[in-house]
């Protein structure tokens, strides 16, 4: 009887010491993964997911809407009527040369028609009296059409000397300086009309392969896509050859309606719609965690506790990623504060922590109808 007494306290001694061990080993387990306080997370959901590719683009006058003047010779400057910026209507003079050249050059042109015009009449008359053969007064007639032909090349010439405006528009380039000398080969004034512009991208070949004329494109002003919204345009021409300098491939996109005045050379954002998906799987950018040469994202359960799930990612746009495999809808993911979590962590977000959540996961006046009011909402804003 003694010896069965001593055995039991013997029992006794030993269940407190491993439950003395236990309750160590269990605090440091719980303490090698604390809670993430802070983080965010959103309920996934199947949508619609448009696949886009980005680019940008200069704002450039339409074609058959744009003028490059220049002078038909050389001459003088002696009147700049116009400045860049400034509107003009088709007729309006824009530049003078110098009139006393092509006076000049048109009073010499009379002259040779004049004696041109003698010299056949003398010839004509040696002719029929048989003095000169018949080819000298072929000749003679010759001669009066070409001086003919010079004296309307000099006053078209002269009437030249006067730029005007072929269209109208605006004056986007001003090249001419009062007293400088005008060459042809100089463009003097350029203009466009602001009424006809297009936003000209420029694509990478590989890009450029999947747009489709008549896809849909998102402008918006600057080089990012949260810039000022522009409008929505339409693809109307891809490029069939690649630029020698930019090695990019052109594509103009038409703006019927833009948000505000488009100015030629304005810089512009583009992303243009390359597909559609009308039921993918689809997470904030900011859920992605690298791992190795993958991506990751913690999948928070019913126990607020996130476990590291590897998943493929498909297209992405600026702010979602298409998932290919390895989430499904209606599980709940890590978004805000993910590079922060380890696996098996314990998730609290702010309005958890708000409620009174501690690490253990027990809370403090926290129901379930709040847990489930807070699922609900984060289903709401998942949904587009």
Known sequence: ???????????????????????????????????VVGART???????????VSMLGTVVARAGHLASLSVPTQGRVSQVLVATGQRVSAGQPLVVLDPSVFAAARQSAAAAVSLAEQNAERTRRLVAEGIAPRKDAEQAAADVA????????????????TVRAPISGVVTRVNATLG???????????????????????????DAGRVRPGAKVTLSAGQRANGEPLGIGTVVDIGAAIDSLTRSVAVRVRVPAARRPLRIGETVFAQIAVRTVPNAV?????????????????????????????????ARTDSLAEITSGLTAGQRVVTYGAYGVQDSARVVTPEQAARGVVDTGETKGETKAAVKADAKADEKKAKP
């Open 146 to 161: 070409r001086t003919h032909a010079d004296l309307v090349n000099a006053e078209r010439q002269a009437q030249l000397a």
């Open 282 to 314: 689809v997470v904030p950018l900011e859920a992605l965690v690298p791992e190795g040469d993958g991506l990751k994202v913690f999948v928070v359960d019913a126990q607020s506790v996130a476990h590291a799930t590897p998943v493929a990612v498909g």
């Open 1 to 35: 009887m003694t010896f069965i007494r001593s055995f039991s306290a013997v029992l006794a001694l030993g269940a407190l010491a491993l439950a003395a061990c236990s309750k160590p080993d269990q605090a440091a387990a719980d303490e090698a993964v604390p809670a």
């Open 180 to 206: 400088g000398t005008a060459d042809p080969a100089q463009p003097l004034v350029e203009i466009a009309d602001p009424s006809a512009l297009d936003v000209l991208l420029n694509a990478t070949p590989t």
């Open 42 to 52: 959103t309920v996934v959901v199947a949508r619609p997911f448009t696949e886009t």
